[in-house]
Nanobody, 129 residues
């Protein structure tokens, strides 16, 4: 059974940092799939934040987080991290990770949430003073 579990959310002041983790299980590893991070704020559509392709060959970031967020692979190949720096109030949202079940090193779908087949339950990030 495929499972993805996000952690690391919380309350942080503007300008602060958080690191989210997406730990997954179910018979697959990072070498063979892509992982995406999405977020959804109240009253807004789900937004693609970042994605990383199989074996980390390709990484994309949304325009609103470029230069502030960094996606990385964990050494154990079952965890992906999202380092979020210089956080702004508009980053407040529930953050989700999801699996793109394709063994491609040259692409991952940043904005096409419907291409992801398994999702975590989400972790709340609140940026407020």
């Amino acid at each position: 059974q495929v499972q993805l579990v996000e952690s690391g959310g919380g309350l942080v002041q503007p300008g602060g940092s958080l690191r989210l983790a997406c730990k997954f299980s179910g018979g697959f590893i990072l070498d063979n799939v892509g992982i995406g991070w999405f977020r959804q704020a109240p009253g807004k559509e789900r937004e693609g934040v970042s994605c990383i392709s199989a074996r980390g060959g390709t990484i994309y970031y949304g325009d609103s987080v470029q230069g502030r967020f960094t996606i990385t692979r964990g050494g154990t190949k079952d965890t992906v991290y999202l380092q979020m720096n210089s956080l702004k109030p508009e980053d407040t949202a529930v953050y989700y990770c999801a699996r793109w079940d394709r063994d491609s090193t040259t692409y991952c779908p940043l904005t096409q949430a419907n291409e992801y087949d398994s999702w975590g339950q989400g972790t709340q990030v609140t940026v407020s003073s």
